[in-house]
């Protein structure tokens, strides 16, 4: 198995790139960079990737464990080295859970079993990164 995109410069510094799935997304640098601030950047959308694995992983254990979840956030920050290329030293996702009837413990059992068996990406940035993850549980 694998996953190609194909990634067509449109003009400036702005690129369109397709997803295996159909979907298209812009990517562009912002001015001070010699862009026009009209696309996603490049390293931001690895950190979308993450938060998207990990969440993908998540909503389907919350289905499966039938836990009663209202809303679902992840934020996530990337630590960029001061030389360049500058590469993430470190990524922090912060997991928030909303709702009037969390079960913390099946919660966090779904996101250590994103964290450590089933997210791709998550492994994949372990590689070159220190990942620190953090749940928030909001009772409403």
Same mark, same amino acid.
């Given at each position: ?6 990634? /067509? ?29 009209? =696309?996603?950047?490049?390293?931001? !959308? ?5 938060? =998207?694995?990990? =969440? !993908? ?21 990337? !630590? ?25 413990? *099946?919660? /966090? ?16 940035? *372990? ?14």
């Amino acid at each position: 198995m694998s996953h190609k995109v194909t990634t /067509k410069w449109i003009e400036n510094m702005q690129f369109e790139s397709t997803n295996p799935s159909g979907g298209t997304l812009r990517i562009d640098a912002g001015p001070e960079n010699g862009g026009d601030n009209m =696309g996603l950047r490049p390293k931001a !959308l690895m950190l979308s990737a993450l938060a =998207g694995c990990s =969440g !993908l992983d998540i909503a389907h254990l919350i289905k499966k464990m039938r836990l009663e979840v209202e809303d679902f956030v992840m934020e996530t920050e990337g !630590l960029l080295t001061d030389e360049d290329p500058s590469t993430y030293h470190t990524v922090i996702l912060d997991y928030h859970f909303y709702g009037s009837n969390l079960d913390k413990d *099946k919660l /966090k059992r779904a996101v250590d079993l994103s964290i450590e068996k089933y997210c791709g990406v998550m492994d994949m940035f *372990k590689e070159f990164a220190k990942v620190e993850t953090n749940i928030h549980y909001h009772n409403n």
